[in-house]
C-alpha cells in the first residue's frame, strides 16, 4: 500500500510488499477481487516466502483482506496488524447500521468515476491528500500516484472498491486475538474517520488507536515520519499483549 519502506528496512525489518490481481504488474485476469480470495492469496504469498513472526500493514481496503485472512488462515504466521486509513468495519449502510452511506450514493459516485476515471481521480487528488489542510506533498508525487491508480485495470478499480464498501466485517473484527495498531487521520475522506477509523477501534479487542490531526488517505505519504515512528515502536512492544479480560464488546464502548 506504499508505506515507504527503506526506513523500516534499514531498522532491520524484511519488508515485502504484493500487488494485487489487475494492480500494478499483478496478471489481469477478470476475477479475483473479493476478500476471501485476496486472503487466499496473502496466505499463500506469506506460504510460499515461508514467513513467520509477521506484522501484516494494511492501507484502506486492505486493512479488510488482513482480517479475512486471520478469520480463513488463522495466525500461525502472523504475530500482529496495522490497519491504516482502513475501510473497515462497514461502510455501507444497512438495518442495523443506519450511520453506513447510502448504496444508491455510493453508485453514483462509482458511475462518475467510471465515466471519466483520470479527471475523477485528479479531481479528487486534494482529498486525498488533504493538501488544503497545509500537507506538504510534491506535484511529482500526486502525479506518481495518479498514474498509480491509472495503471489498475477499470474492472479492478471499480470491484475493489465494491468490496471494501459492501463486506461486513464487524463479526471478525470483535473475533481478532492478536496486537492491532489502528492508525487513522481526521480528514480522511475516503475512509471517514467517524464511519471507520473511531468504528474499528470499538471491537477490536485491545487495540492500539492512533489518531492523526490534519491527515487523509494518504496518511502513509503525508505523515511518513510519524507512521513509520508508531509502526517501530508498536512492532518493538507487541510482543507484551495479552488478550483483554472482558468482552470484545464492551472493551470497545467509549466511556
Given at each position: 500500500?506504499?508505506?515507504?519502506?527503506?526506513?523500516?528496512?534499514?531498522?532491520?525489518?524484511?519488508?515485502?510488499?504484493?500487488?494485487?490481481w489487475?494492480?500494478?504488474?499483478?496478471?489481469?485476469?477478470?476475477?479475483?477481487?473479493?476478500?476471501?480470495?485476496?486472503?487466499?492469496?496473502?496466505?499463500?504469498?506469506?506460504?510460499?516466502?515461508?514467513?513467520r513472526?509477521?506484522?501484516?500493514?494494511?492501507?484502506?481496503?486492505?486493512?479488510?483482506?488482513?482480517?479475512?485472512?486471520?478469520?480463513?488462515?488463522?495466525?500461525?504466521r502472523?504475530?500482529?496488524?496495522?490497519?491504516?486509513?482502513?475501510?473497515?468495519?462497514?461502510?455501507?449502510?444497512?438495518?442495523?447500521?443506519?450511520?453506513?452511506?447510502?448504496?444508491?450514493?455510493f453508485?453514483?459516485?462509482?458511475?462518475?468515476?467510471t465515466?471519466?476515471?483520470?479527471?475523477?481521480?485528479?479531481?479528487?487528488?486534494?482529498?486525498?491528500?488533504?493538501?488544503?489542510?497545509?500537507?506538504?506533498?510534491?506535484?511529482?508525487?500526486?502525479?506518481?500516484?495518479?498514474?498509480?491508480?491509472?495503471?489498475?485495470?477499470?474492472?479492478?478499480?471499480?470491484?475493489?472498491v465494491?468490496?471494501?464498501?459492501?463486506?461486513?466485517?464487524?463479526?471478525?473484527?470483535?473475533?481478532?486475538?492478536?496486537?492491532?495498531?489502528?492508525?487513522?487521520?481526521?480528514?480522511?475522506?475516503?475512509?471517514?474517520i467517524?464511519?471507520?477509523?473511531?468504528?474499528?477501534?470499538?471491537?477490536?479487542?485491545?487495540?492500539?488507536?492512533?489518531?492523526?490531526?490534519?491527515?487523509?488517505?494518504?496518511?502513509?505519504?503525508?505523515?511518513?515520519?510519524?507512521?513509520?515512528?508508531?509502526?517501530?515502536?508498536?512492532?518493538?512492544?507487541?510482543?507484551?499483549?495479552?488478550?483483554?479480560?472482558?468482552?470484545?464488546?464492551?472493551?470497545?464502548?467509549?466511556?
Amino acid at each position: 500500500m506504499g508505506v515507504p519502506m527503506l526506513p523500516l528496512s534499514e531498522q532491520g525489518l524484511r519488508c515485502v510488499a504484493f500487488d494485487k490481481w489487475e494492480h500494478g504488474r499483478s496478471d489481469r485476469v477478470g476475477h479475483g477481487f473479493d476478500y476471501d480470495t485476496l486472503a487466499d492469496d496473502l496466505a499463500a504469498l506469506l506460504d510460499h516466502l515461508d514467513l513467520r513472526e509477521v506484522t501484516l500493514v494494511a492501507h484502506s481496503m486492505g486493512g479488510g483482506e488482513v482480517i479475512r485472512y486471520l478469520s480463513r488462515h488463522g495466525y500461525d504466521r502472523v504475530s500482529r496488524i496495522v490497519l491504516i486509513a482502513a475501510t473497515a468495519p462497514l461502510a455501507m449502510r444497512t438495518p442495523d447500521n443506519p450511520e453506513g452511506v447510502d448504496r444508491a450514493v455510493f453508485d453514483a459516485i462509482m458511475a462518475d468515476r467510471t465515466k471519466d476515471r483520470p479527471r475523477w481521480t485528479a479531481q479528487n487528488a486534494q482529498a486525498f491528500f488533504a493538501t488544503h489542510l497545509g500537507n506538504q506533498v510534491s506535484t511529482e508525487l500526486i502525479e506518481w500516484t495518479i498514474q498509480r491508480c491509472l495503471d489498475c485495470s477499470a474492472k479492478a478499480a471499480v470491484e475493489v472498491v465494491r468490496t471494501g464498501f459492501r463486506t461486513d466485517l464487524r463479526e471478525e473484527c470483535a473475533a481478532v486475538q492478536l496486537p492491532t495498531l489502528i492508525i487513522h487521520g481526521d480528514a480522511d475522506a475516503s475512509a471517514p474517520i467517524d464511519l471507520c477509523g473511531r468504528r474499528l477501534a470499538k471491537p477490536v479487542p485491545g487495540n492500539v488507536y492512533k489518531e492523526y490531526p490534519g491527515a487523509a488517505h494518504a496518511i502513509f505519504m503525508t505523515h511518513a515520519e510519524q507512521v513509520n515512528r508508531d509502526l517501530l515502536d508498536f512492532i518493538g512492544d507487541g510482543s507484551s499483549w495479552h488478550p483483554p479480560a472482558v468482552s470484545a464488546e464492551v472493551a470497545g464502548e467509549e466511556p
